[in-house]
């Protein structure tokens, strides 16, 4: 078997894949921080992400020290047997470091450094003194190996000159980093943290117009992505913004699988979120507006829904159509707490004619946080979908065929998408380009996450601890700041990118074919081959030839982009 790693303790992450997922979901009833984020004005996806992931005081980063750890040694990979061995071992290391994860570069602690150190090493025009920055450096330990490396492999010239420049957004990591680099007195002179978001231009002064190597491990999984929609096949893309919403009280009632509230006066608007059980719902002949939206299409057992004679605007999800005829009746006024009767599993108040206090009490209950879609406008985005081509019509014969194919093909089986962009990437990379012309970046991260339950294309894993125990979000909207959200990285994607961003792109297409363009050299290799390449594998190597480095990380790539520099 393949063990895939995920951001997650690794024994854990086993064991619940042994026992399944079944309820182990964890649901938060009330998103009390969520909806703090969100002011009285909607915002984007990204920023709200970037809030619960590092909001100075209840960002996930800032109130979790231990979401990056640190092992005290090494480990000594060639005396454990095998992998059940090296499996026990990180168990306990697990058990006695309160920590939600540690990173392959601790893990592996100093080899996977080494590696990326001898990769600089054999590209670096040496004839300019070192020049490293590293974005995100967690608790500094990727920094102190390539300085410990240097120092003894390097001519000495490489190590005296150079200087190494941790950009790291969380105040307690780097605190942490500088403790990490004390620990040997001559790399001090050589190292510098400087506390801030490396996406925020402002903060990097003039323009470094000298040779560096910029190095990013595990950083472009938490950086804030947006999220695009739209109603289906066709329809054009729309950006996500979040605001604040009233809860349903359908949302709260567990076990509830039918509602039949059909001619009632009931007014206000449809309900967006509800209660997943639910498998028939009736709100016809009221006075509700509003849009019926696509959360219905999260419900896995919804047969019917009926909502017709009402004031509702747009189009129902055409899946979801169906029929019933409601017929019961009830007297006598309706209690505020029918809420509150936990065991209820069919509310059925058709034919009434409720004034005024129904409807608020069925319909508006919590704050909580939901989606708005609005047309693409927002630049990172547009970008985003530019880089992607998503925003091309081929115009030639063949594809406007394609194109009214799939258009009566959208209207029978509409199928709504969802589509993550990484616009916080995407920021990063403009702004490292404009800061730093002369980079070669060296990135690592997850290319896929297994076990992802969040609905579109690159969507992240959301996961938190809970009495010890890793446990999944269904939301990400359920991302209180006790959370980590992380995404995996389209490396395809990445390389647009970093060339958009370079201007190679705009250039190669602006170019005649006889103009030469200035190049990057980009390769994207796995983690086994860039190790076997420029690390010493036999280092991770168990007694019975297992390689935890080699054989689970095969999720993980680096990405290398070196300018040529060759153009005049
Ligand atoms: C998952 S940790 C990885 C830490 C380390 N590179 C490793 O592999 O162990 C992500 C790191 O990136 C930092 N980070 C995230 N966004 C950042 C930004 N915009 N600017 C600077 N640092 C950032 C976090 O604080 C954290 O130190």
Not at 520 to 532: G, H, K, N, Q, W
């Amino acid at each position: 078997m393949i063990f895939l790693p995920r951001r997650l303790p690794l024994l854990l992450s086993l064991n619940l894949r042994a026992s399944s997922f079944e309820g182990s979901f964890l649901c938060p009833s009330a998103a009390s921080f969520s909806t703090d984020i969100i002011g009285d004005t909607p915002i984007l996806v990204r920023d709200f992400i970037h809030s619960a992931l590092y909001h100075p005081n209840h960002g996930y980063f800032s109130k979790r020290p231990g979401s990056v750890g640190m092992l005290d040694k090494s480990i000594k990979f060639n005396q454990l047997q095998g992998r059940n061995a090296y499996l026990r071992h990180l168990g306990n290391l697990y058990k006695q470091n309160d920590i939600a994860w540690f990173t392959p570069v601790e893990l592996f602690k100093p080899w996977y450094a080494h590696g990326i150190a001898e990769a600089i090493l054999r590209t670096a025009d040496l004839s300019v003194p070192l020049k490293i920055y590293e974005i995100g450096g967690g608790s500094g330990t990727c920094a102190k190996c390539i300085m410990d490396y240097m120092m003894l492999n390097a001519p000495a010239k490489v190590y005296n000159n150079m200087t190494y420049v941790s950009v790291e957004i969380s105040p307690s990591l780097a605190r942490k980093q500088l403790e990490t680099l004390g620990e040997v007195s001559s790399h001090s002179s050589r190292f510098r943290v400087e506390c801030r978001d490396a996406a925020n231009r402002s903060g990097w002064g003039d323009v470094d117009r000298q040779q560096c190597w910029v190095i990013m491990l595990e950083v472009l999984d938490n950086l804030p992505h947006d999220l695009i929609y739209s109603e289906n096949q066709v329809s054009p893309w729309m950006e996500v913004w979040l605001e604040k919403q009233r809860d349903s009280i359908l949302y709260d009632m567990e076990n509830i699988t039918r509602v039949t509230i059909s001619n009632t006066n009931l007014a206000g608007f449809f309900p967006r979120r509800w209660s997943l059980g639910l498998t028939y719902i009736d709100l016809s002949c009221n006075n509700l507006g509003g849009r019926v939206t696509v959360s219905l299409t999260h419900l896995p057992d919804l047969k019917f829904l009926i909502v017709s004679y009402n004031l509702i605007e747009g189009t129902l999800p055409r899946e979801l159509w169906g029929s019933a005829l409601a017929k019961n009746s009830i007297s006598g006024p309706i209690l505020e707490s029918v809420y509150a009767i936990p065991s209820l599993i069919h509310l059925d108040l058709s034919h009434n004619l409720f004034n005024g206090s129904v409807p608020k009490s069925l319909l508006e209950m919590n704050l909580h946080v939901s989606e708005l879609y609005k047309p693409l406008h927002d630049p990172l985005i547009s970008c985003c979908v530019k880089i992607l081509d998503m925003d091309k019509e081929d115009s030639s014969l063949g594809s406007r065929a394609i194109s009214a194919a799939k258009r009566i093909w959208s209207k029978v089986f509409p199928h709504p998408r969802r589509v993550w962009l990484p616009t916080g990437c995407l920021q990063l990379m403009e702004v490292l380009h404009w800061a730093l012309p002369k980079m070669s970046l060296i990135a690592s991260d997850f290319s896929y996450l297994p076990d992802v339950r969040i609905s579109g294309e690159r969507a992240p894993l959301v996961s938190t601890k809970n009495d010890g125990r890793s446990v999944d979000y269904k939301s990400y909207l359920d991302a209180k700041g006790d959370a980590d959200i992380f995404f995996p990285t389209d490396f395809w994607l990445l390389e647009r990118i970093d060339h958009h961003c370079s201007g190679l792109l705009n250039r190669q297409l602006e170019a005649s074919s006889s103009k030469k363009v200035k190049q990057r050299r980009t390769i994207v290799l796995d983690t086994a081959s860039f190790m076997e390449e420029f690390g010493l594998p036999s280092k991770t190597r168990t007694k019975d030839g297992y390689n935890p480095l080699l054989d689970d990380f095969k999720n993980t790539k680096f990405y290398i982009s070196v300018p040529t520099h060759n153009t005049k």
